[in-house]
């Protein structure tokens, strides 16, 4: 099995999307997809928080397609 794992969209302060996949590869069979959404929130208050700068960077989206081989 191949398993995909990206960030598919980010709002560069509160949000970020992470998208999954798991593909068989000796038929190149999808057998999930999945989505997942984060909000930055502060610990203490439990309210919505800006991202932090470290956040950022990282969750920074490129496109790129990867295929399993």
Known sequence: MVIANSVAGYDAR???ERRFQ???I???KTLLRARSDYICTNLTSGKPARMPDIFKSCF???TETCVAE
């Open 14 to 16: 509160l949000r970020a």
């Open 22 to 24: 798991i593909i068989r």
């Open 60 to 62: 920074a989206v490129e």
């Open 26 to 28: 000796n038929d190149g």
